[in-house]
């Protein structure tokens, strides 16, 4: 058995020595993304304010522990400690010393549509953040530069709207049943036709959550004996999904694809752990654009490993569906590739749709193993019929069938509020991460006094923005998270981005030497 599996590698090294593999040739255009390391200085600064808080923490446990200060979170009570703790010790005291400290930068309840501009519920907090009050006033008119709408299609009037609201009279809100049984209504057999028309595959199914789509599918896909290869930086879903599968998980460095390659080598040449024997499955699990990072998959490369090693491909496109390429087919669409190349393609409705949902696209064979294998589509409840009449509008729109361009154009200017607001972050000497197209525009904000400190000053300015720090970000790169749409107006794109918004708190680190090294500080 040995023999064969080296044979089989020969043959295969055979083939990458002929065709080579530096991948250089698979673009049609210049691949570029930037993910500058994090600047010494910047680092051992915020290393030393997590170290400072830390020590503060641990200073206020001590004075709770004694009653001298009061604790407003949940804790473990003295008759529990024989049992198995409830609460994780390091993530309670995260949660209370830290996390508390900028919690009024997450969850803020909004009133009205999520599109380009929002109205939020106003609120105060009495006891720095542990609990909050509304005030009973509105914050009118602010920039929207969280949300995933990204082809504006998150509206409460217009085309897909109208649709919405005369299938609501029609259908009704709820199915209370499972597709299975008596939730298989007309419109969801004409949505998934419509779904896998626009994606280029053979056929496709439509799941009622975008998180149980990878969840609850990857594990009736593969199993024990099978292996799974992981970016490092795939979603949570994909993640859960690949532990549930009961398969072998390894992780390969992000769009790292001599990492991907390495794993793929191994896996050929020695097989199962113990036993050597041939893997049942191997399965690539990628995204097209990491939420979190802004960057757009290698997919031509990836494609190519993939034969090579005659593995299977399950692309993740969450993000890149309706946000990428000229048809707004996304990340296949975007390199010009052959969507047959795609095992799985999976997305979600819940971004770029403006409704919410997932789906899968791929031949006949695989829809109809999942329709009977997949936990999601056996017993979850079937999808809302305005939600689905929301999909089919807003497909309908991109695709051009409702008889006017304004699919197409909302996609051409998303495409161009991409790059004005990328150059003009740039320009002004903010570090940012990810791919020139990718409408995801993390700003690096490094240091933990900050991740709370710019949302505030923002929304002063009526400028709604997500900040994300650690855990969801390595210690290191608390970032805020812009995340542009086609709703976006020049002139909203130039109100976040003209230099007064930092107002005299915020100095520049460095501008001088280097303009993209360049931070910004606050002066505490």
């Not at 599968?245 to 097989?271: C, P, W, Y």
């Not at 399950?314 to 569906?321: G, T």
Request: hydrophobic share 40%; proline share 4%; aromatic share 10%.
């Amino acid at each position: 058995m040995r023999i064969l599996f080296l044979f089989r590698f020969l043959n295969i090294c055979l083939k990458i020595s002929c065709n080579g593999s530096s991948g250089l040739g698979l673009y049609s255009r210049p691949f570029i993304e930037s993910f500058e390391e994090t600047p010494m200085l910047v680092a051992v600064l915020t290393y030393m304010g997590y170290g400072i808080l830390t020590i503060f923490g641990y200073l206020r446990d001590f004075l709770r522990d004694w009653k001298i200060e009061r604790c407003h979170i949940a804790r473990e009570r003295e008759e529990q400690r024989d049992f198995v703790p409830l609460y994780q010790d390091f993530e309670n005291f995260y949660t209370r010393n830290l996390y508390m400290r900028i919690r009024d930068s997450w969850n803020r309840p909004i009133c009205s549509v999520p599109g380009a501009k929002m109205d939020l519920v106003e609120r105060v907090s009495p006891d720095y953040n542990w609990t909050f009050d509304y005030t009973g006033k509105v914050v009118e008119g602010v920039i929207n530069m969280g949300s995933y709408n990204y082809l504006g299609f998150a509206e409460n009037t217009g085309y897909c709207a109208d649709a919405s609201a005369e299938v609501t009279m029609k259908y009704g809100v709820g199915v209370a049943s499972t597709r299975q049984e008596m939730g298989n209504l007309d419109r969801h057999e004409e949505m998934e036709e419509l779904v896998a028309k626009f994606l280029g595959v053979e056929s496709a199914m439509a799941f009622g959550m975008g998180f149980a789509t990878n969840s609850m599918n990857i594990p009736a896909l593969t199993g024990k004996g099978c292996l799974i290869l992981s970016d490092e930086l795939n979603h949570a879903s994909l993640v859960l999904g690949a532990r549930l599968s009961g398969s072998t998980i390894r992780v390969f460095k992000h769009n790292n694809m001599q990492s991907l390659e390495k794993m793929l080598r191994d896996a050929i040449v020695h097989g199962q752990p113990r036993t050597h024997r041939p893997w049942k499955k191997i399965l690539i699990l990628v995204e097209g654009i990491y939420s979190m990072e802004g960057s757009i998959v290698r997919l031509p490369e990836v494609i190519a490993l993939k034969k090579r090693y005659r593995a299977y491909l399950y692309l993740d496109e969450a993000h890149s569906i309706g946000a990428l390429g000229p048809g707004g087919r996304g990340v296949v669409d975007y390199f010009g590739l052959d969507p047959r190349d795609v095992d799985v393609m999976m997305g979600t409705f819940t971004k770029s749709f403006g409704a919410a949902g997932g789906y899968i696209g791929g031949r006949k064979e695989l829809m109809e193993y999942l329709r009977s294998h997949s936990h999601s589509a056996v017993y979850a409840a079937s999808m809302s019929p305005p939600v689905v009449e929301q999909i089919i509008a807003s497909m309908k729109c991109i695709m051009g069938e409702d008889g006017t361009t304004l699919g197409r154009d909302r996609v051409q200017q998303l495409a161009e509020n991409t790059l004005y607001f990328r150059r003009k972050l740039t320009e002004m000497g903010f570090i940012i991460y990810g791919n020139n197209d990718s409408p995801v525009v993390p700003m690096m904000l490094y240091m933990p006094a900050k991740i709370g400190a710019f949302g505030r000053e923002m929304l002063k300015r009526n400028i709604g923005v997500v900040v994300v720090g650690f855990p969801a970000t390595p210690i290191i790169e608390s970032r805020a998270r812009f995340c542009i749409s086609a709703a976006h107006t020049k002139d909203m794109l130039d109100t976040v981005t003209i230099p007064p918004m930092l107002g005299t708190k915020w100095l520049p680190f460095s501008h001088q030497r280097h303009k993209q090294r360049t931070l910004m500080v606050l002066v505490l």
